[in-house]
């Protein structure tokens, strides 16, 4: 059975005492059918016993019928007919075996109120049938043998074992229904929480791939700016320039656009993942940056050591979207540096790239102002509060999901993105991707 389905099929308890339940077709067919069909054979029989042994029997027929539809009314007629029986003299009925069903039900699908009203009934129940069946023996007894140990012992015994009987069985058929109360919620407790559970990794995997496209295309675009800014203005001293712009542009958007086509894929159908970028792609990152017109000053100090294929994606996206916001928002005047330190127990990454200042070290701010802009909300000057928008915080949640830490800030001249992993972290993310 699905989820859904699964959800589905659990009831619903009503929301007052003589509110009706919600039940399924086949739910209102079996209680329906089944009571009627039994009543239909019995009829004859009943026959009988006279037109008051009919009514038992309908009106019984008619509590088994309702008893989960509106467990308080299918309790009421019950015993509303069970009383008719007491008033009107007539002896124990077949039929008034629905009596068990009935509890049964008020257990099982009935409100709070209902459900206690359903205990409570046992015991009155029990009493008036111990009353009516075994009272007139008990008073003719005690009278016969008045003041006798004996005549109490044979008046009372009697009516002790009958109203314990009665009180076992309907408790047992109460209790039966509580059993079935409590099993049903469980699975539906079980039901929705796997269900939050899937709605979870969905918004997890939506979350993954939001930030691995932002990825995708913020780099991106900000390579293809960079050229066609670059062509732009050394077009008429040096063609040659343009056409090597050109080229970057075009293998910058093919790459892009496969990798989005790859995101794509990934939304339209639960697949295995297709190969992510890890350590081994940093050096194509690095040209296309430099490509852009962004220097770039590698260094590594320590003995590499091994990062599982998730550690390898969350570093190439964290360098990634750190030498994107430098050729956004540094001066590119300046190279940036990218420093890998790896350690016994981790790697920690730094980039540092050059403040670009409010005059423009490249030029690019007196070209643009909505550059300068962006630079100094987004790398801000040491009298200015950092501004933070998407990028940093993802950086720093993938680093969180691979047990690692970031820090993003100004230090002196220079913006420095410091990100450390340890080797051999737990990742709890969906799918195994960052």
């Known amino acids: 059975m699905s989820l859904s389905a699964a959800s589905d099929a659990v009831a619903e308890r009503p929301s007052s005492v003589f509110a009706s339940r919600r039940l399924t077709t086949a739910q209102l067919v079996v209680d329906i059918v089944v009571p009627a069909s039994l009543a239909l054979l019995a009829v004859p029989i009943a026959g009988f016993g006279g037109v008051g042994s009919v009514l038992v029997l309908l009106g019984m027929a008619t509590a088994a019928t309702v008893r989960r539809l509106n467990p308080l009314i299918a309790l009421l007629a019950a015993w509303f007919v069970c009383l008719a029986q007491v008033l009107a003299g007539m002896g124990p009925h077949p039929a008034n075996i629905a009596v068990l069903v009935v509890l049964y039900s008020t257990a099982a699908y009935g409100t709070t109120v209902t459900r206690w009203m359903g205990f409570a009934s046992a015991f009155v129940g029990a009493a008036i049938v111990t009353v009516h069946l075994v009272l007139p023996q008990a008073v003719a007894t005690?009278?016969?043998?008045?003041?006798?140990?004996?005549?109490?012992?044979?008046?009372?015994?009697?009516?002790?074992?009958?109203?314990?009987?009665s009180l076992t069985l309907f408790l047992l058929s109460w209790t039966l229904g509580i059993l079935a109360s409590t099993w049903r919620r469980a699975r539906q407790n079980?039901?929705?929480?796997?269900?939050?559970?899937?709605?979870?990794?969905?918004?997890?995997?939506?979350?993954?791939?939001?930030?691995?496209?932002?990825?995708?295309?913020?780099?991106?675009?900000?390579?293809?700016?960079?050229?066609?800014?670059?062509?732009?203005?050394?077009?008429?001293?040096?063609?040659?320039?343009?056409?090597?712009?050109?080229?970057?542009?075009?293998?910058?958007?093919?790459?892009?656009?496969?990798?989005?086509?790859?995101?794509?894929?990934?939304?339209?159908?639960?697949?295995?993942?297709?190969?992510?970028?890890?350590?081994?792609?940093?050096?194509?990152?690095?040209?296309?940056?430099?490509?852009?017109?962004?220097?770039?000053?590698?260094?590594?100090?320590?003995?590499?050591?091994?990062?599982t294929t998730?550690?390898?994606?969350?570093?190439?996206?964290?360098?990634?979207?750190?030498?994107?916001?430098?050729?956004?928002?540094?001066?590119?005047?300046?190279?940036?540096?990218?420093?890998?330190?790896?350690?016994?127990?981790?790697?920690t990454i730094t980039i540092a790239s050059s403040l670009r200042t409010h005059s423009g070290r490249d030029g690019r701010d007196a070209r643009d102002g909505r550059d300068a802009r962006e630079s100094r909300e987004s790398y801000p000057s040491h009298s200015l509060a950092i501004h933070r928008g998407h990028g940093i915080p993802g950086m720093t949640e993938r680093m969180a999901l691979v047990g690692g830490s970031l820090t993003a800030e100004p230090e002196r001249e220079r913006f420095v993105v410091r990100a450390w992993l340890p080797f051999g972290a737990t990742q709890h993310l969906p799918g195994g991707a960052a």
Not at 152 to 160: K, R, T
Not at 234 to 254: H, K, N, W
């Open 142 to 165: 005690l009278s016969e043998q008045l003041g006798s140990a004996a005549g109490i012992a044979s008046a009372v015994v009697p009516a002790l074992l009958l109203f314990g009987g």
């Open 310 to 347: 998730v550690q390898q994606l969350a570093v190439y996206r964290v360098v990634q979207e750190s030498l994107t916001n430098a050729l956004r928002h540094a001066d590119t005047g300046q190279p940036v540096l990218l420093r890998f330190d790896w350690a016994t127990h981790g790697l």
């Open 190 to 307: 079980r039901v929705e929480a796997e269900l939050a559970a899937r709605e979870m990794t969905i918004e997890q995997e939506r979350t993954r791939i939001a930030r691995d496209m932002h990825d995708i295309v913020a780099h991106s675009l900000a390579v293809v700016v960079a050229q066609a800014d670059g062509a732009r203005y050394v077009g008429r001293s040096d063609p040659a320039a343009v056409d090597t712009a050109l080229a970057t542009i075009a293998s910058t958007s093919r790459e892009a656009l496969a990798d989005v086509r790859v995101l794509l894929e990934q939304l339209r159908h639960r697949q295995a993942e297709g190969p992510q970028p890890g350590l081994g792609d940093l050096d194509r990152l690095l040209a296309q940056v430099e490509a852009a017109g962004l220097a770039v000053e590698r260094q590594v100090t320590g003995a590499p050591g091994t990062l």
